[in-house]
């Protein structure tokens, strides 16, 4: 069983106690254990602002551009042992474990670039300048600095590298040292990738840290000038915003939450289409990949009334085809959830569904290829019928987060608008139709519920990219339900990171300062 230490103050660092256990989700066998009893987080904290601040803040843009390129580097030589750490610890495929580690890589990689764009500065302008009084010598401008503080990122257990390096890489563009948090249950990941940039020796001191295992007194020690970033459920965002430093210090916090995805098949589309197979493709793709444990999944299907029965049997069929077992054989293509606690709580949202009147159409009556009897954390593909879309107010209040999805009629397209609100704020909404005057009506309706809209057409089928794959250069991130929060986005990102001051002066002066 290996043992996952912290990374704090430049060293790793062992916990007291047997602490938590983590867990081989395919076979239910202990694959590690990691506690953080005893170690001094405070500590931690100040070792991040009081020398990884100051080492980033005295970088360039382009300097902390190379700084993430060196970490990319570090992470595609290791890309094959990240992607074993993930099936044995994550329960995925190799195929969904690429996925997480390849997002890792390549979001690290854009934000290498964006700083070599922005080249050698340590501020950024915010647009043009203003003439602020009469005399054209007192001139405005806006600039953004890094803050003086520490990043703290709790992250999901679903994405291990991608969550990590996603939130890193904005953060130390930005000049901001990070402290990151993985969920314990699948820590090996991150783990492991922290392991590889340190024994690598491309992270100057203090910069990065890695708390591995409970998170113990960590938040209670954020002051004024400090982040907090958290992706998980809408209960502890909620608890998050309530901290004291939070309310008292004005700690920055960005939640990224539950989120009921909507898809919407638009009213042109025929059955047997070019459209209505790239819709039937992305949405079976969406409801397994990574079992259904994307925050970007799609929860909520809905469909013109009579299109219904066919959008059914083609979803199901294609589910049908999906083979579930143990992550590391070639043969499969959905592993199980990733721990028990998710195992009851997908059990339990399926029946809370049904219970509410939703019906089960189709479900995998095969048992999962290659583990014992009755071991592991599998639940096969599901999806779910409601015919009363509007009655049944659960389906639109209660994330299942396993590879389960509802199908729904809508009367019309004012219709699908009003029940994708239902679900009262999203990270994606999908929209599949060929017609303007129906898309322009789903956009001004849906648009202000989600963080981000996919337009599905045969037109850009062959562009693999499918409504659940956050790219870097788009917000990622979602109102209301989904947590409120935006992350990524390009340079949009770094703003989280960086205080936004008007200054006001002499124009010539400015403009050798500032460029």
């Known amino acids: 069983m290996i043992r996952l230490r ?12 047997e602490g938590n256990t983590l867990v081989d989700p395919a076979t239910e066998e202990v694959v590690a254990s990691t506690s953080t009893k005893g170690l001094d987080l405070r500590g931690a904290l100040a070792h991040a602002r009081d020398v990884g601040g100051p080492t980033l803040r005295a970088m360039t843009y382009a300097e902390r551009g190379k700084l993430l390129k060196a970490m990319t580097d570090a992470l595609q030589a290791a ?17 969904d474990a690429k996925f997480d580690v390849d997002g890792a890589i390549g979001t690290l990689a854009y934000y290498a670039r964006l700083g070599e764009t922005l080249g050698d500065r340590k ?25 003086r503080g520490v990043a703290v990122h709790v992250n999901a257990f679903n994405f291990p590298a991608w969550g990590l390096a996603e939130k890193a890489a904005v953060a130390l563009l930005a000049g901001v040292p990070v402290v990151s ?5 699948t820590a090996l990941t991150a783990y492991r990738l922290v392991e590889t940039l340190t024994e690598a020796k491309v992270l100057p001191p203090g910069v990065l840290h890695l708390v591995c295992g409970g998170a113990g007194d960590l938040l209670e020690h954020l002051g004024p000038q400090d982040c907090l970033a958290f992706t998980g459920s809408g209960d502890t965002g909620a608890w998050m915003r309530a901290l004291r430093a939070v309310t008292h210090r004005s700690v920055r916090v960005n939640v990224e939450a539950d989120s009921l995805n909507a898809v919407v098949l638009g009213p042109d589309v025929e059955p047997g289409s070019d459209t209505w197979q790239v819709f039937v493709r992305d949405t079976v793709r969406e409801i397994t990949q990574k079992t259904g ?44 959830v990733a721990s028990a606690q998710q195992h009851r709580d997908v059990k339990e949202g399926i029946e809370a569904l049904v219970a509410a009147g939703a019906k089960v159409v189709y479900r995998a009556e095969s048992a999962p290829i290659g583990v014992p009897e009755g071991r592991g954390y599998f639940v ?6 409601v015919d009363a879309p ?41 929209v599949y139709t060929d017609d303007r005057d129906a898309l322009e009506t789903l956009l001004l309706g849906i648009a202000p519920w989600s963080g981000r ?43 989280f990171y960086q205080q936004r001051t008007a200054v006001q002066g002499d124009r010539a002066l400015l403009d050798r300062v500032l460029g």
């Open 6 to 17: 912290s990374y704090l103050g430049g060293q790793w660092r062992d916990g007291e106690g």
């Open 79 to 95: 890309r094959e042992p990240l992607i074993d750490a993930s099936v044995l610890n994550a329960g995925t495929t190799r195929g």
């Open 390 to 430: 509007h009655d049944v107010a659960i389906v639109h209040e209660r994330e299942v987060f396993g590879p389960v999805s509802t199908v729904m009629p809508y009367a019309s397209v004012e219709d699908a608008t009003a029940l994708v609100a239902r679900g009262e704020g999203g990270l994606v909404a999908s």
């Open 181 to 185: 948090k993985p969920a314990t249950s």
């Open 453 to 495: 809209v996919l337009v599905g057409s045969e037109k850009v089928a062959d562009q693999g990219i499918s409504p659940g794959m956050v790219l870097p250069s788009c917000v990622h991130g979602g109102p209301g339900r989904a947590g409120g929060g935006e992350e990524l986005g390009g340079l949009r990102g770094l703003s």
């Open 123 to 147: 501020i950024t302008v915010e647009g043009e300048g203003e003439q602020l009084t009469r005399s054209k010598r007192f001139w405005g401008h806006h600039v953004c600095v890094p803050r």
């Open 380 to 385: 096969p593909p599901t999806l779910l019928r």
């Open 293 to 336: 444990q994307k925050c970007t999944a799609a929860r909520r299907i809905f469909v013109p009334a009579e299109r219904i029965d066919a959008v059914i049997e083609a979803l199901s069929e294609g589910l049908s085809q999906i083979a579930f077992g143990h992550p590391a054989r070639d043969d499969v293509r959905m592993g199980p």
